[in-house]
C-alpha cells in the first residue's frame, strides 16, 4: 500500500472516530432547545395608553384646570418683581451704587425663584398623577402576562422591529378603563414639596443613627 492510501485510510479511521461524538452533541443541543420555554413577547405602547384612556383624558382635563390656577399665581408673583424693579429704578438717583446693585441682584434672584417655584408645582402635580395611572397600568400588564404565559414585555416606543410580537396596547386601555376612569389630581404646592424633603432628610439621617 503506497503512502498516499494508508493516509487515506487513516484519515477515515479518525472521522469515524470522532463520529459518535460530533452526532452525541448535536443531539444533546437539540433536546436542551427543545426544553427552552417558547419566547412570547407582549409589546405596549404606554404613552397611547396614557392618551386614549378615560384616566388619561381625565388627569390632562384636571390638569389643565390646576396649571391654569398656577400661571395666574406665578404671574401675579412676577408682576410684584417688575413692580419692585421699576419702583427700585425710580430711588436710584438717591441710592448709593452699591445698594443699587445689590437690591437688582435680588430682584433677579426673586424673579428665578418664582419660575423655579412654580415648574416644581407643575412637574410634582403632574408626576403624582401620572403615577396613579402608571401603577394600575402596571397591575394590568402583570396579569396580561400572566394570562399569556408572556416571557418579555417591551415598550413600543423602545421596539424597532419583532415578528413575535403581541401588541396589548388596545387591552390595557379598555381594562384601565374599567379599573380606573378617573384620576384625583391635586395641586402639589411648593411648600408641601419643601415639607416633604425635610420629612426625607429627617426619615434618613434617623435610620442612619439608628444603624450605627
Given at each position: 500500500?503506497?503512502?498516499?492510501?494508508?493516509?487515506?485510510?487513516?484519515?477515515?479511521?479518525?472521522?469515524?472516530?470522532?463520529?459518535?461524538?460530533?452526532?452525541?452533541?448535536?443531539?444533546?443541543?437539540?433536546?436542551?432547545?427543545?426544553?427552552?420555554?417558547?419566547?412570547?413577547?407582549?409589546?405596549?405602547?404606554?404613552?397611547?395608553?396614557?392618551?386614549?384612556?378615560?384616566?388619561?383624558?381625565?388627569?390632562?382635563?384636571?390638569?389643565?384646570?390646576?396649571?391654569?390656577?398656577?400661571?395666574?399665581?406665578?404671574?401675579?408673583?412676577?408682576?410684584?418683581?417688575?413692580?419692585?424693579?421699576?419702583?427700585?429704578?425710580?430711588?436710584?438717583?438717591?441710592?448709593?451704587?452699591?445698594?443699587?446693585?445689590?437690591?437688582?441682584?435680588?430682584?433677579?434672584q426673586r424673579e428665578e425663584f418664582t419660575k423655579y417655584k412654580f415648574t416644581q408645582e407643575r412637574n410634582?402635580?403632574?408626576?403624582?398623577?401620572?403615577?396613579?395611572?402608571?401603577?394600575?397600568?402596571?397591575?394590568?400588564?402583570?396579569?396580561?402576562?400572566?394570562?399569556?404565559?408572556?416571557?418579555?414585555?417591551?415598550?413600543?416606543?423602545?421596539?424597532?422591529?419583532?415578528?413575535?410580537?403581541?401588541?396589548?396596547?388596545?387591552?390595557?386601555?379598555?381594562?384601565?378603563?374599567?379599573?380606573?376612569?378617573?384620576?384625583?389630581?391635586?395641586?402639589?404646592?411648593?411648600?408641601?414639596?419643601?415639607?416633604?424633603?425635610?420629612?426625607?432628610?429627617?426619615?434618613?439621617?434617623?435610620?442612619?443613627?439608628?444603624?450605627?
Amino acid at each position: 500500500m503506497n503512502m498516499k492510501k494508508i493516509a487515506a485510510a487513516l484519515v477515515g479511521v479518525a472521522l469515524l472516530g470522532s463520529w459518535p461524538l460530533v452526532s452525541s452533541y448535536a443531539q444533546e443541543e437539540k433536546a436542551q432547545s427543545a426544553d427552552m420555554p417558547e419566547l412570547i413577547v407582549l409589546v405596549v405602547n404606554r404613552q397611547q395608553v396614557f392618551v386614549q384612556s378615560k384616566a388619561g383624558q381625565d388627569m390632562r382635563t384636571k390638569l389643565q384646570g390646576i396649571f391654569t390656577t398656577i400661571e395666574a399665581a406665578e404671574k401675579a408673583e412676577l408682576d410684584q418683581v417688575i413692580a419692585d424693579a421699576q419702583a427700585l429704578v425710580q430711588k436710584k438717583a438717591i441710592m448709593a451704587s452699591e445698594e443699587f446693585k445689590k437690591q437688582q441682584r435680588e430682584l433677579a434672584q426673586r424673579e428665578e425663584f418664582t419660575k423655579y417655584k412654580f415648574t416644581q408645582e407643575r412637574n410634582a402635580t403632574r408626576a403624582e398623577a401620572q403615577e396613579q395611572i402608571a401603577a394600575a397600568m402596571l397591575k394590568i400588564l402583570q396579569d396580561l402576562m400572566q394570562e399569556s404565559n408572556g416571557t418579555l414585555l417591551l415598550d413600543q416606543t423602545n421596539l424597532i422591529m419583532s415578528s413575535l410580537e403581541y401588541d396589548v396596547t388596545s387591552q390595557t386601555v379598555a381594562r384601565l378603563d374599567q379599573t380606573l376612569p378617573t384620576v384625583d389630581v391635586k395641586r402639589v404646592t411648593y411648600d408641601e414639596l419643601v415639607e416633604r424633603q425635610k420629612a426625607a432628610q429627617e426619615a434618613a439621617k434617623a435610620s442612619g443613627e439608628a444603624s450605627e
